[in-house]
Nanobody, 123 residues
């Protein structure tokens, strides 16, 4: 599986962005997906995840209620809708995938990673 993240950019605080992660190949619907982010000078952290069947989601506490993860299996794409953005959300955002994954916040669980897309939130 190859993953291509897109949708990053520059936005003012309080604004919104929607990230997309397009997957190549078949059987996308069998992959649990996650979004991670890495801010300058910080370690990469889990942001959100969705199970392979789509019935479970999970979020980092600081984004819960502002971010929404979803998937469209017909388009082989997972999305991260980000609202009420703050400068603390500035980071490179990565998507990741693992076959038959429910939910995991551990980076080491994931088999495939996208290249990352930069989100910059100005104050």
């Amino acid at each position: 599986v190859q993953l291509q993240a897109s949708g990053g950019g520059l936005v003012q605080a309080g604004g919104s962005l929607r990230l997309s992660c397009a997957a190549s190949g078949r059987a996308f619907s069998s992959y649990g997906m996650g979004w991670f982010r890495q801010a300058p000078g910080k370690e990469r952290e889990y942001v959100a995840g969705i199970s392979w069947r789509g019935e479970r989601t999970a979020y980092l506490d600081s984004v819960n209620g502002r971010f929404t993860i979803s998937r469209d299996n017909a388009k082989n794409t997972v999305y991260l809708q980000m609202n009420s953005l703050t400068p603390e959300d500035t980071a490179v955002y990565y998507c990741a995938a693992k076959l038959y994954l429910l939910i995991s916040r551990r980076q080491g669980e994931y088999q495939y990673w996208g290249q990352g897309t930069l989100v910059t939130v100005s104050s």
